[in-house]
């Protein structure tokens, strides 16, 4: 059984995991009508829906253990970005918010002496490190090609690949 406690910072946490899922659904859509490329776009949707599936982990465990995961209202995520670099500038801020998030439910379960969610917990722990890392190595690679233009074609050909080296 949850307590109160735990129960509200889970509900927050399914929407930090919504609202990171809408916000790289609007990345997705506005790199969708950039022209050529196609597989950032394809990114950011996949992101997006990793996102929906850590949201949808977190309402199944709440609902599980006897809690009620409240599905809440979202606010409206940037719908524009001046260049691809500001939009995984951007992502790389918003990992680093929720990991902060996700280290502060796992000081209040700790607190709380709730174990099971503590264990629980350690999936996205584990997760934040490796979405931090990818993120900064994206954010690295666009750094050292600049406005190279062959650099971004070659980006482009390759960042689906980079996700999967880290996993
Ligand atoms: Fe579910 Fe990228 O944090």
Redesign the pocket.
């Known amino acids: 059984m949850l307590s109160n406690k735990v129960q509200a910072i889970l509900n927050e946490q399914i929407k ?2 919504a609202e ?2 809408q916000v ?1 659904l609007a990345m997705a859509s506005w790199a969708e009508i950039q022209p050529g490329i196609d597989n950032i776009t394809s990114f950011f949707y996949q ?1 997006s829906e ?2 929906r599936q ?2 949808l982990k977190l309402i199944h465990f709440v609902n599980e253990r006897g809690g009620f995961a409240t599905i809440p209202a979202l606010k409206q995520p940037q719908l524009t970005f001046p260049s691809i670099k500001h939009a995984f500038a951007a992502l790389l801020k ?2 680093i918010f ?2 902060q998030s ?1 280290n502060n439910c796992v000081d209040l379960v700790l607190a709380e002496k709730d174990y099971a969610t503590h264990n629980f917990l350690q999936w ?1 722990v584990a ?2 490190i490796e ?1 931090e890392a990818l993120a900064r190595t994206i954010n690295d690679k666009l750094e050292l090609i600049g406005d190279d233009k062959s650099g971004m074609y070659m980006f482009d050909r390759d960042i689906l690949s980079i996700g999967i080296d880290k996993k």
């Open positions: 930090i995991e990171s899922s790289y992101h990793e996102e850590h949201m918003h990992e929720v990991s996700i996205y997760e934040q979405e």
